[in-house]
């Protein structure tokens, strides 16, 4: 930094402290200019100063450490140290450097001395410290050092050897704690922060304050202390006396029922417990979600009635019943095995007849069967008749004739005792109908044309009454109904011969009697017309009407053909079955056709 001059300002000199002189300005010879007389002289009078004033105060701490101590201060106080020559005018510049270090020396000793006699020697204290600004330096976040750390405060390390001993910076115990710390004045005025929470009347009326997620400390539950419950003089004599009254009639129960059951008695009891009928509930369980009452009395007030009420069982909601198993489910025949290839076929044909060789052999060893002839074919004449064969050859060809014809007839007669006779086949027959029938009822309705062709009246009862089917065949001079009812086997062999197999536009002519003689009956029903020639069948059909299942039989039997000139009779037959109504639907059919 330069003034206006233009001159350099630098640090003063030591030396010229005092007289607050710059520094000689330097000569362009090279040296420097002569100073002033007076300026050595003025600095060692200065140094002689300091030095004085240092012993003088050093001087003084050591006779407060000896006041406190106890000793007198004549006694404790060292003599003092000769004073140094008064410096020469002369002294170099090396010795004025000492004498200024001894200076500096002297006043930290002082200032030392002076900080470690605050605290009282003789008692253990938690120390005090008036410089905050020095404890706060030491520590960080403005938090004191630990008491321990701060042993070089209170001494010097330099010159304290000898003087006192180190002593603990806390207080051993409760007794050598002082009441009040003294605090410094700058920290008395400063406010301290309140750590205390609300109090419980802030709380109270702060409405935005929930106790529930409040910590325990902020909101302090009351403690209420148990008390001492005793128990009565004789408690537990009266609970073990109940006990072991108890425990006496439970053996005597016991008792009397061993001797009731030597006596007979508890046997005429449970006959007589069987006979008796229990009195019916006041309320069935099922009407007691909708009685308001212990009895059905209660329904004459409709007020007691649980329907429309809101705790009623009765909602909108729908609740669907427990689903059952179809009856005819159980009547469904067991599923066959899967078919063989003819391979496998062959293979099991041919393990089984090894099975029965072996079985056969066996027996033969034992002596249990006699051994079977040799079965002799006309291939194998010469392998196991040889010489025979050579000898007479017509005789042996007639022998194996003979054998062949025997075996032939044996196999003939054992499959016609296999076979089934007449009567039993159509016993088969009628319990597979049966058992048909078990597995459900069915329905179907025809709608004919005309049945002018005798053959085809034949053809449907027959197979009626050959598929043990139950029903009626409605014959009227407009349109012809055939109702058929039985199992589902019969029904469908049924189906196809009405709707695939007849050829109902077939007419064969007059049907004749057993004795030769052409049949008479209704005009309607004759295959002729009025001039003698064949009607037209060309245009007849016959139709399904409704088909479906039933729980049961309507028709004990097959009717057969009933003739019906009106409408009325027709309804009369169809009535008696409960089955009018299909007589209706086969005229509203024949009308939308037409």
Known sequence: ???????????????????????????NNGSPLPGASGGPAAGKVDIEKMVAEARAKAEAVRARLQAARGGTPSSATPSPSPAPPAASPAMSRLEQMKARVAAATGRANAAAQQRAAAPPPLTYQ??????????????????????????DIG????????????????????????????????E??????????????????????????????????????????????????????????????EEMKKRIAERARQAGIDEDLDVEKAFLVPAPPAVEWWDEGLVNGSDYSAIDDPKNLKIDTPDSIITIYIQHPVLLDPPQDKHIPPQK??????????????????ADLKEQQAKIRLGLEPAPPPKVKKSNI???????????????????????AERKEKHEAMNEERKLTKEQRREKLA???????????????????SLANGRHRFKISKNAEQQALTGVCIMHPRLNLVIVEGGGHSINAYKKLMLNRIDWTENAGPSTTSDGQPQTPASWLSPEDEKGQLKDLSQNTCTLLWEGQEKARAFRKWLGARVCETDAQAKDVLARAKMENFWILAKSSKTAAA
């Open 126 to 151: 938690t120390p005090q410290y008036d410089d905050e600004g020095l404890q706060k330096a030491r520590g960080g976040l403005d938090v004191g050092l630990h008491p321990a750390l701060l042993s």
């Open 382 to 404: 010469m392998r196991v008749l040889g010489e025979e064969a050579v000898k007479d050859p017509t005789a042996v060809e007639a022998r194996v004739n003979r054998e062949i």
């Open 337 to 354: 095995p899967m078919y063989l290839t003819p391979k496998e076929q062959a293979k099991l044909r041919r393990q089984r007849r090894m």
């Open 155 to 186: 001494q010097d390390a330099r010159g304290s050897k000898g003087r006192q001993a180190m002593q603990p910076k806390f207080a051993t115990t409760m007794a050598n704690r002082r009441t009040e710390s003294p605090v410094p004045a700058a």
């Open 1 to 27: 930094m330069a003034d206006v001059s233009g001159n350099v300002l630098k640090r003063p000199h030591p030396e010229d402290e005092d007289n607050n002189a710059q520094k000689r300005s330097r000569s």
């Open 188 to 249: 008395a005025k400063k406010p301290q922060l309140d750590l205390s929470g609300p109090s419980i009347e802030e709380m109270k009326k702060n409405p935005y304050f929930d106790p529930n997620i409040g910590s325990k400390n902020v909101v302090p539950k009351p403690r209420h202390s148990r008390q001492l419950i005793f128990n009565q003089k004789g408690k537990y004599i009266q609970q073990a006396a109940a006990l072991r009254r108890q425990a006496q009639l």
């Open 431 to 449: 319990t597979q109908q049966e058992k048909d029938a078990e597995k459900g009822i069915y329905v179907s309705v025809y709608r004919i044309d």
